[in-house]
């Protein structure tokens, strides 16, 4: 594999806010990052809505603040904030603004922050379709427990494979025995398994896959880990479910 090094000040593409402040986005190689500079004053309602048109940020944020404090405020009124040294995992559907007289300085590596801050084109439609949408639902139920909402997103025979030789692979048939694998990795754990979304990826056509990282604990060890889903949807239900793996064997140790 060839080495790959980008400048973000030279290369990369610098998206001006309506005020206060800044986005520099670049890559190199499977790399992308953005910096945003959130200058005193910067709220996302006022200098991100008018670029973007909708009435939240509708960008999933994975990043870092270097600098600085800034308020969250999420669409159902949850507040929290963030401020130099947190990481943050920050779901779309928010308001933010600058907290102090110090610009909020921050970095960013989600798939999602190629589109922060850039207009999109009159009657485009959102970028994750209606099964996109579902299977993101279906993360939220999945880590959440909420097996009544996951029989709605799953068909009655829908059927999940899971690979490699541990006690939690094999094929499950029926919506039933897809719940009782989720508990069993739960049980496996002590209730300390999720798998957290990192990008969703669809043709249109009710086919859909979804990275994510896995944090499990289990016998007083954490594993960390990634893998993907391949979904299938008939109508509006998945049918199927294809699991793979980036660490196959260290995961059948896991759960050996």
């Not at 670049?26 to 200058?39: D, K, Q, W, Y």
């Not at 870092?64 to 969250?72: A, E, K, L, P, T």
């Not at 669809?202 to 893998?227: K, M, P, W």
């Amino acid at each position: 594999m060839a080495t790959n090094i980008s400048n973000l000040e030279r290369d990369g593409e610098n998206r001006p806010f309506a005020a206060h402040g800044h986005a520099v986005v670049g890559s190199a190689g499977g790399l992308t990052l953005l910096r945003g500079v959130f200058e005193p004053g910067w709220r996302w309602s006022n200098d991100i809505a008018p670029i973007v048109g909708t009435d939240s940020c509708q960008t999933r944020h994975l990043g870092y603040i270097i600098s600085g404090r800034m308020q969250v405020r999420m669409d159902d009124g949850q507040e929290m904030t963030v401020e130099a040294g947190d990481l943050f995992d920050l779901p779309k559907g928010h308001d933010a603004w600058v907290l102090g007289d110090e610009p909020a300085v921050m970095v960013d590596y989600s798939p999602e922050a190629t589109r922060y801050g850039r207009g999109r084109v009159a009657g485009m439609a959102a970028a994750d379709d209606k099964y996109m949408t579902q299977v993101r639902r279906g993360y939220d139920a999945f880590n959440s427990g909420d097996s009544n909402t996951l029989r709605t997103i799953l068909a009655h025979d829908v059927s999940q494979h899971v690979p490699g030789t541990s006690q939690v692979a094999g094929e499950y048939k029926g919506i039933d025995s897809v719940l009782a694998y989720y508990g069993k990795l739960a049980e496996l754990t002590g209730g300390q398994f999720r798998a957290d979304l990192i990008d969703v990826l669809g043709d249109g056509h009710g086919h859909v896959t979804a990275l994510h990282q896995i944090t499990a604990t289990r016998n007083g060890e954490t594993r960390i880990s990634r893998g993907s889903i391949l979904f299938t949807f008939l109508g509006e239900r998945a049918t199927d479910l294809l699991e793979m793996r980036s660490d196959l064997p260290g995961d059948d140790a896991f759960f050996a």
